[in-house]
């Protein structure tokens, strides 16, 4: 087969559009993650957050951290995976920031398109894990019942290695919160934290457990991009050398 220098321009280039690809990938991958928070007064329900997010090791951030959040007030007395919970999804990647004593990132997804969750009267920031501990869980916009955004969020830590298992300071740190109708106590959203890091458990006793991270299955398409672009170069490398 004879390939024209047209043909020839378009083969490396495919390829390097894929090696680009390829290079980028490598630093950029994406990962499963799984975070259960023990909940004494609910089981053998516990609030989980069931997830994915990209993580670029080059600069140690994380991106597209969504998933869904168990309440673990609702369904009847099943433990996952075969319960009947209420799972709210959360969308919305708004905080994420490097912590170097604790050697990672820390990324909060929450339900909302912003990050109104506990009341500020207690000059809190309204969504961090101690400003809901010094509010006592209560709802952003107290005291009108119909103010309450229903907000939630999962705040999960990310260490520089994702697969590697956390230390206990490090799952410590993790916590969520739940101010949707299933999680709401009068005017207290469920929230989980641990009293080392933040000074208290959560309004139901709920504190953070485990958390495990994999590896997410390339999609089919990567490969098939990949080998493309091999093929291409393939055809390219034989032809110079019948020339």
Not at 4 to 15: E, L, R
Not at 55 to 66: E, F, H, I, M, Q
Not at 166 to 174: D, Y
Request: charged share 10%.
């Amino acid at each position: 087969m004879k390939f024209s220098k047209k043909h020839v321009a378009s083969a490396v280039s495919a390829f390097l559009m894929v090696a680009g690809a390829s290079q980028s990938m490598a630093a950029v991958s994406t990962y499963n993650i799984e975070t259960v928070w023990y909940e004494p007064d609910t089981q053998p329900r516990d609030t989980i957050f069931l997830g994915t997010f990209d993580y670029d090791s080059a600069t140690k951030t994380v991106s597209n951290l969504r998933g869904i959040l168990s309440e673990s007030m609702t369904g009847d007395p099943i433990a996952y995976p075969n319960d009947n919970m209420t799972w709210l999804s959360l969308d919305y990647q708004l905080k994420s920031w490097y912590d170097a004593t604790l050697g990672g990132t820390f990324a909060a997804t929450f339900k909302n398109d912003n990050t109104n969750t506990f009341w500020t009267g207690t000059g809190g920031d309204g969504w961090s894990p101690q400003s809901g501990v010094n509010a006592g869980g209560v709802y952003y916009g107290f005291p009108g019942a119909g103010n309450n955004p229903g907000n939630a969020y999962a705040l999960v830590f990310i260490p520089d290695d994702p697969l590697q298992a956390l230390t206990q300071t490090q799952i410590n740190h993790l916590a969520y919160a739940d101010c949707a109708a299933g999680g709401m106590m009068g005017a207290v959203c469920m929230t989980g934290t641990s009293a080392e890091v933040y000074g208290a458990i959560g309004t139901m006793s709920g504190y953070p457990l485990s958390q495990t991270i994999t590896a997410a299955v390339p999609e089919p398409s990567t490969y098939a991009m990949l080998g493309m672009g091999l093929a291409l170069m393939g055809a390219v490398v034989r032809r110079r050398r019948q020339a």
